[in-house]
């Protein structure tokens, strides 16, 4: 046999592979990874909304599976003096934490972005640090500090510590959508008389709101489902929704907690749904 | 979030002056000050000085078995986690980066929910499953597989498995986006010059998307080093990590300056590791 004919041949084979090859063996390739792709996600999501058919069942311990309907475990979820102080105070810390972080973020990432700041580098890595840094050392760190001076279960202390944890976030989502928007039509403003504050109001503002909305709603959720430092920072009367269910976890597993995860859970789908709304009508408005 | 345009585009964007800028960022200066950096140097403080210099403390953790042991089991544990995430997570970022429309949606929207839903409530959600007479077991048993429930709750696998399921979306994002940044013609290319779909995997895709796979590994990584609630919920109380004994040593033990040099050494752990991997972390939920 030539060397040719070998080369043709040893061609003819690779073509005839190489056609399997795209018909055959990834058809079945893809099969078995979409299958296992499916069964990861099947993983993710299950365990996040199993809570829901086990705040509907009738049994007063958890059983699976949940025999009879009942919405009991939510009506006294509702009557419970106990779980109401604890959601409303969650609710009054997070709507505080929302506003000032809010503004706070908003401010400074105009004086980073646009401004001439020194240390601006050192200022940025700091806004960052509280999301890296481990909530376990802030809990014990502000507890230490907040203990002696009474701000321990108390609303001050929880917005201005929830503020810290959440201020990264809406710096991050105004960050971005200044770098996005146009200076010229802001020096357009200033140029017609506007004011830096008209300029910024009636210009900047209205453009980068749904970064600042997105920014708002990342910081309600980051204190209304904060648990750790919740945990530490609570006292015996102020305490949060998210420190009253890790002890009803630890001590009281009734399926009212149930009922209680399902209510964050719709919030929360709720909120960051509304969050991808906006996104996608921004992205929309670009094309 | 630094802003590189040319001098000329500086005077163009009506750059703020100094006092401005710094007027602006005050409020979050004041606010990362006060709530960040003073509790924190105030525990790292107590931890050395108790009141006179000590390293006392510091040298304890490396003395004492016991905790050395846990030392050395939360890295294994972080380690494991991390494993586990990338070899569930990463085919679940390849299929997500080839999907178009409507099911690229509903497989985004299987890995945004649980990352947005609170851990409390996830953790919990473990816990429902594993107990003694939970889901996994109830359904054991229903299939005849084991006569009696099985011990899976309170263990240092129900941990491994929480910490997987709470953390895996941190590691599918990043992947994810460095998987989408590939251009396709790449995967034709080596297709075309006979490269089977397992080899231009191999070849092209895997080594291109090694970014991502970094920053989700490293954020798992961290994240899990200092994580607090799942352990503290599904762990049992042999199964202590770092973050579960500085807990305990504050809530507990009330042992300040203890606590303080645990907290450090994880402090220290997890910012030398974010000053090594600096350039391939990214932050926040909204990736």
């Given at each position: 046999?030539?060397?040719?004919?070998?080369?043709?041949?040893?061609?003819?084979?690779?073509?005839?592979?190489?056609?399997?090859?795209?018909?055959?063996?990834?058809?079945?390739?893809r099969w078995f990874l979409n299958g296992f792709a499916g069964l990861v996600l099947v993983f993710l999501l299950l365990p996040t909304l199993i809570v829901i058919p086990m705040?509907?069942?009738?049994?007063?311990?958890?059983?699976?599976?949940?025999?009879?309907?009942?919405?009991?475990?939510?009506?006294?979820?509702?009557?419970?003096?106990?779980?109401?102080?604890?959601?409303?105070?969650?609710?009054?810390?997070?709507?505080?934490?929302?506003?000032?972080?809010?503004?706070?973020?908003?401010?400074?990432?105009?004086?980073?972005?646009?401004?001439?700041?020194?240390?601006?580098?050192?200022?940025?890595?700091?806004?960052?640090?509280?999301?890296?840094?481990?909530?376990?050392?802030?809990?014990?760190?502000?507890?230490?500090?907040?203990?002696?001076?009474?701000?321990?279960?108390?609303?001050?202390?929880?917005?201005?510590?929830?503020?810290?944890?959440?201020?990264?976030?809406?710096?991050?989502?105004?960050?971005?959508?200044?770098?996005?928007?146009?200076?010229?039509?802001?020096?357009?403003?200033?140029?017609?008389?506007?004011?830096?504050?008209?300029?910024?109001?009636?210009?900047?503002?209205?453009?980068?709101?749904?970064?600042?909305?997105?920014?708002?709603v990342f910081?309600?959720l980051?204190?209304?489902d904060?648990?750790?430092?919740?945990?530490?920072?609570?006292?015996?009367?102020?305490?949060?929704?998210?420190?009253?269910?890790?002890?009803?976890?630890?001590?009281?597993?009734?399926?009212?907690?149930?009922?209680?995860s399902t209510?964050m859970v719709v919030v929360s789908l709720v909120l960051m749904g509304g969050v991808e709304w906006?996104r996608s009508?921004?992205?929309?408005?670009?094309? | 979030?630094?802003?590189?345009?040319?001098?000329?585009?500086?005077?163009?964007?009506?750059?703020?002056?100094?006092?401005?800028?710094?007027?602006?960022?005050?409020?979050?200066?004041?606010?990362?000050?006060?709530?960040?950096?003073?509790?924190?140097?105030?525990?790292?403080?107590?931890?050395?000085?108790?009141?006179?210099?000590?390293?006392?403390?510091?040298?304890?953790?490396?003395?004492?078995?016991?905790?050395?042991?846990?030392?050395?089991?939360?890295?294994?544990?972080?380690?494991?986690v991390?494993?586990l995430a990338f070899l569930l997570g990463y085919p679940v970022a390849l299929v997500m980066s080839r999907q178009g429309g409507r099911s690229a949606v509903l497989v985004a929207a299987c890995v945004l929910i649980p990352l947005w839903t609170s851990v409390l409530v996830r953790s919990y959600a473990w816990?429902v499953l594993?107990?003694?007479?939970?889901v996994?077991?109830?359904?054991?048993?229903?299939?005849?597989?084991?006569?009696?429930?099985?011990?899976?709750?309170?263990?240092?696998?129900?941990?491994?498995v929480a910490m997987t399921h709470v953390l895996l979306p941190y590691m599918i994002l990043p992947i994810f986006s460095s998987l989408r940044?590939?251009?396709?013609?790449?995967?034709?290319?080596?297709?075309?010059?006979?490269?089977?779909?397992?080899?231009?995997?191999?070849?092209?895709?895997?080594?291109?998307s090694?970014?991502g796979v970094?920053?989700g590994?490293?954020m798992v990584?961290?994240l899990?080093?200092?994580?607090?609630?799942t352990?503290?919920?599904?762990?049992?109380?042999?199964?202590?990590?770092?973050?579960?004994?500085?807990?305990?040593?504050?809530?507990?033990?009330?042992?300040?300056?203890?606590?303080?040099?645990?907290?450090?050494?994880?402090?220290?752990?997890?910012?030398?590791?974010?000053?090594?991997?600096?350039?391939?972390?990214?932050?926040g939920k909204s990736m």
């Amino acid at each position: 046999m030539s060397i040719v004919s070998e080369a043709r041949n040893a061609g003819e084979r690779r073509h005839f592979s190489a056609v399997r090859r795209a018909f055959v063996r990834p058809g079945l390739g893809r099969w078995f990874l979409n299958g296992f792709a499916g069964l990861v996600l099947v993983f993710l999501l299950l365990p996040t909304l199993i809570v829901i058919p086990m705040s509907l069942g009738d049994a007063s311990y958890i059983q699976f599976p949940p025999k009879g309907l009942t919405l009991k475990w939510y009506q006294l979820y509702f009557s419970d003096h106990d779980w109401m102080a604890a959601t409303w105070f969650s609710v009054k810390i997070a709507l505080a934490t929302t506003i000032a972080a809010t503004v706070i973020g908003t401010l400074a990432s105009f004086a980073l972005v646009r401004g001439n700041l020194p240390g601006a580098r050192a200022l940025q890595a700091l806004t960052l640090a509280p999301l890296v840094v481990p909530h376990i050392v802030l809990a014990v760190a502000l507890y230490l500090v907040f203990a002696p001076i009474g701000l321990t279960g108390n609303f001050v202390g929880f917005a201005i510590a929830h503020t810290m944890l959440s201020v990264p976030y809406v710096m991050l989502t105004v960050s971005a959508a200044l770098q996005r928007f146009d200076p010229a039509l802001e020096l357009a403003a200033l140029n017609c008389g506007a004011s830096r504050a008209q300029a910024f109001w009636h210009v900047v503002l209205p453009d980068i709101a749904p970064g600042v909305a997105a920014g708002a709603v990342f910081a309600f959720l980051a204190s209304f489902d904060e648990a750790t430092v919740a945990f530490f920072v609570s006292g015996i009367e102020g305490k949060t929704i998210t420190r009253k269910l890790f002890e009803d976890i630890d001590y009281n597993l009734t399926p009212v907690i149930a009922a209680v995860s399902t209510v964050m859970v719709v919030v929360s789908l709720v909120l960051m749904g509304g969050v991808e709304w906006l996104r996608s009508r921004g992205s929309n408005r670009k094309l | 979030m630094a802003d590189t345009t040319a001098a000329g585009d500086r005077s163009l964007a009506g750059q703020l002056s100094r006092r401005a800028s710094l007027a602006l960022a005050l409020p979050l200066v004041l606010l990362l000050g006060l709530a960040f950096l003073v509790p924190v140097a105030k525990l790292l403080a107590g931890s050395v000085f108790a009141p006179h210099p000590t390293a006392e403390h510091w040298w304890r953790i490396v003395q004492e078995p016991i905790f050395l042991r846990i030392l050395m089991r939360t890295v294994q544990t972080a380690a494991i986690v991390t494993v586990l995430a990338f070899l569930l997570g990463y085919p679940v970022a390849l299929v997500m980066s080839r999907q178009g429309g409507r099911s690229a949606v509903l497989v985004a929207a299987c890995v945004l929910i649980p990352l947005w839903t609170s851990v409390l409530v996830r953790s919990y959600a473990w816990i429902v499953l594993l107990q003694r007479t939970g889901v996994v077991n109830s359904m054991l048993l229903k299939w005849g597989l084991i006569d009696q429930p099985l011990r899976l709750i309170y263990t240092e696998g129900a941990v491994i498995v929480a910490m997987t399921h709470v953390l895996l979306p941190y590691m599918i994002l990043p992947i994810f986006s460095s998987l989408r940044s590939i251009p396709p013609e790449l995967d034709r290319a080596a297709r075309n010059l006979g490269a089977g779909a397992w080899t231009s995997f191999i070849a092209v895709t895997l080594p291109l998307s090694l970014p991502g796979v970094y920053a989700g590994a490293i954020m798992v990584f961290i994240l899990s080093l200092g994580f607090y609630v799942t352990p503290a919920l599904v762990g049992g109380p042999q199964n202590l990590t770092l973050a579960t004994l500085i807990g305990q040593q504050t809530t507990d033990l009330l042992n300040w300056p203890f606590s303080g040099a645990l907290a450090g050494l994880l402090l220290v752990v997890t910012l030398g590791l974010v000053a090594v991997f600096r350039r391939v972390l990214s932050f926040g939920k909204s990736m």
